[in-house]
């Protein structure tokens, strides 16, 4: 079976830009999280969700959003670009609904801000 | 609010020799579910062990073990016969049964050595 996937791995933007990652879940994985991690703040809850539907959400300021589309695959998207949003994001999938929602997480997208 | 705490921000181990990684976390809710993760220098978080709140067993994957004490609420990891490979910063995390959202601590970076 095949992992949860991410492109691209890495990614160089300037400030202002806006950005497009994209996560690919491992297969009949219902719901995709994303998380932001930078050396300073560890790693941090961006959104969750679930069958097209975002079910949790972080505290992070409408710059950064998300979709999820039908066939599970998620989508997020950071505009306006600031320096503060270089980091590695993770995309983490899980089964949900069995008890225990094991999150597996993607190699991440590495993005540098200049 | 709940949180997680790891108290050692690096460990240096002989290879060979079992380590325990410190984990303790706060909530007030009974159902919950803990989870420890690897995360090579390459970046991608690698899923270990769980252990949910009412298992009565302390939950172990290969050469690892959760030390799991509910009651100083502590979710220890234990990796027997360390290895040059387990080189790599850990992360616990814990999953609100009611919510689904996951918190994780600042991680401990172990150093294995040769």
């Known amino acids: 079976k095949a992992g949860v996937t991410q492109t691209p791995r890495y990614l160089i933007k300037t400030r202002g830009q806006q950005v497009t990652l994209s996560c690919s879940p491992i297969s009949g994985h219902r719901s995709v999280s994303w998380y932001q991690q930078t050396p300073g703040q560890g790693l941090q809850f961006l959104f969750e969700y679930f069958s097209e539907t975002q079910r949790n959400k972080g505290n992070f300021p409408g710059r950064f959003s998300g979709r999820q589309f039908s066939n599970s695959r998620s989508e997020m998207n950071v505009s306006t670009l600031e320096l503060g949003d270089s980091a590695l994001y993770l995309c983490?999938?899980?089964?949900?609904?069995?008890?225990?929602?094991?999150?597996?997480f993607g190699a991440g997208t590495r993005l540098s801000v200049l | 609010a709940q949180k997680i705490t790891q108290t050692q921000p690096g460990m240096f181990v002989q290879e060979k020799e079992a380590v325990t990684l410190d984990c303790t976390y706060d909530t007030s809710d009974p159902s919950y579910g803990l989870f420890w993760y690897k995360q090579p220098s390459s970046g991608e978080m690698i899923f270990l062990i769980y252990?949910?709140?009412?298992?009565?067993q302390n939950a172990t994957e290969g050469r690892y073990s959760l030390n799991f004490q509910k009651a100083r609420k502590s979710a220890n990891l234990v990796i027997s016969a360390s290895q040059l490979g387990d080189s790599a910063m850990y992360f616990c995390a814990m999953r609100l049964n009611r919510d689904d959202k996951i918190i994780f601590g600042k991680g401990t970076r172990l150093h294995i050595l040769p």
């Open positions: 983490a999938s899980s089964l949900a609904g069995d008890g225990k929602n094991i999150q597996y």
């Open positions: 252990q949910g709140s009412y298992d009565q």
